[in-house]
């Protein structure tokens, strides 16, 4: 089936759904050049936000498929990576490669400004697309791009191949760079990152510029576009936010139960985990900063009613770890707390010291990176949180 007569213009209207003309007439020419259609496999399964995940299959339902390639929902390509088909589904799954948001594609490509010549280093092959919209950018002579799983990598290779572009694809795990067709002008990075790596401000020439997925950690996740200086650093600015699958060897262990009776405690909080759920991305980047604390939250249904648990884990120590739970019709709500941190206590500390910093927004939060580690600051480099 050819592509419908209205798919391009509905593929260039979810780059940019709701701010107009905010993306380059550059990216705009590169997602005409390599549409993502060239790189959606037959069978995917979208994942539309506040909606319930459903099938496409281009053999039996081409229309829906060309729906969902061109709009603005990610698809997913790859489960559990790739131990699960993804015709069988569970309601509760583990994404492990996709197709991203032609909107959040076109945005990290808008703050990377990619020019031809430049070389450039994109972590994640995942399905090719981003690989063959920065070959068209910057020239695939001139693209390497690295991906952990030899299967997806092939798998790419071939839409790549149909697209008639070859950049160099490489298999290996991305937070190791590449150091051998290095230095790098910009590096491009589609999966979820905690640590940011040095070996990529290593890697790269002065002046540089590295857009990534940064998840440090509690709530959101969000857009960071780093600039590496001359003194080996790189420094930069939250741009916006961002949701990917984490890089797999960033993905945090499961929490798990402590060998000890006596670490655990249980007491009841008047701060509803739901309140802390819906905090602005100012606000989870204050927590995350000042206390290092992963959270993720479950909502699920219990008798007549919705109950939601919210987890507060120490990524460096799965025996430290907390629970809060909301339900309907309570005024506070039980914790149950595990190991020798009190993890939850520090999460309710850091959100009254974001209230006395006066709320700022995500925009005013930035990172430095150094072969030290990294720095999450508000305002300016040298008010390091």
């Not at 709701?18 to 550059?26: L, N, P, R, V, Y």
């Not at 909606?51 to 281009?58: G, S, V």
Request: proline fraction near 8%; hydrophobic fraction near 40%; charge should be negative.
């Amino acid at each position: 089936m050819q592509a419908p007569p209205d798919y391009m213009d509905r593929l260039l209207a979810a780059l940019d759904p709701e701010k107009a003309g905010d993306i380059s007439e550059f990216v705009k020419d590169a997602v005409r050049t390599v549409p993502r259609h060239l790189f959606v496999p037959h069978v995917g399964l979208v994942d539309p936000y506040g909606r319930e995940p459903y099938l496409i299959d281009r053999r039996t339902d081409p229309s829906a498929w060309w729906d969902a390639v061109g709009s603005v929902e990610p698809i997913v390509t790859q489960l559990d990576d790739g131990r699960t088909p993804l015709a069988a589904a569970p309601p509760s799954y583990n994404s492990s490669s996709s197709s991203s948001s032609p909107a959040t594609v076109a945005d990290f490509l808008n703050h990377l400004a990619p020019e031809p010549g430049m070389r450039v280093l994109d972590v994640g092959t995942g399905t090719g697309w981003t690989a063959g919209l920065l070959s068209h950018l910057a020239g695939q002579e001139n693209v390497v791009s690295i991906e952990v799983d030899q299967a997806v990598s092939d798998e790419a290779a071939k839409n790549l191949a149909a697209a008639g572009l070859r950049p160099h694809l490489v298999v290996g795990d991305g937070a190791a760079g590449y150091p051998a067709l290095g230095p790098y002008d910009r590096i491009h990075v589609t999966c979820g990152i905690r640590d940011i790596p040095y070996a990529w401000v290593e890697q790269c020439r002065p002046e540089a510029v590295i857009v990534l997925p940064w998840h440090p950690g509690f709530g959101a996740s969000h857009a960071l576009r780093l600039e590496v200086l001359g003194d080996g650093t790189a420094q930069g600015r939250v741009v916006g936010g961002a949701a990917y699958m984490m890089m797999r060897s960033q993905r945090l262990r499961p929490d798990r139960e402590p060998e000890q009776e006596e670490d655990r405690r249980d007491y009841w909080s008047a701060l509803d985990p739901r309140a802390l759920d819906a905090l602005s991305a100012g606000a989870d980047l204050a927590i995350s900063a000042l206390t290092g604390l992963h959270s993720h939250v479950q909502s699920y249904p219990e008798g007549d009613g919705e109950r939601l648990r919210m987890w507060v884990s120490d990524p460096g120590d799965a025996r430290r770890w907390a629970i809060a739970v909301w339900r309907p019709g309570q005024t506070r709500h039980a914790v149950h707390q595990v190991g020798d941190r009190p993890v939850w206590d520090e999460v309710l500390h850091a959100y009254a010291r974001w209230v006395e910093l006066g709320e700022p927004h995500w925009s005013d939060f930035g990172v430095t990176v150094t072969q030290d580690g990294t720095r999450i600051w508000l305002g300016s480099p040298e008010n390091v949180l």
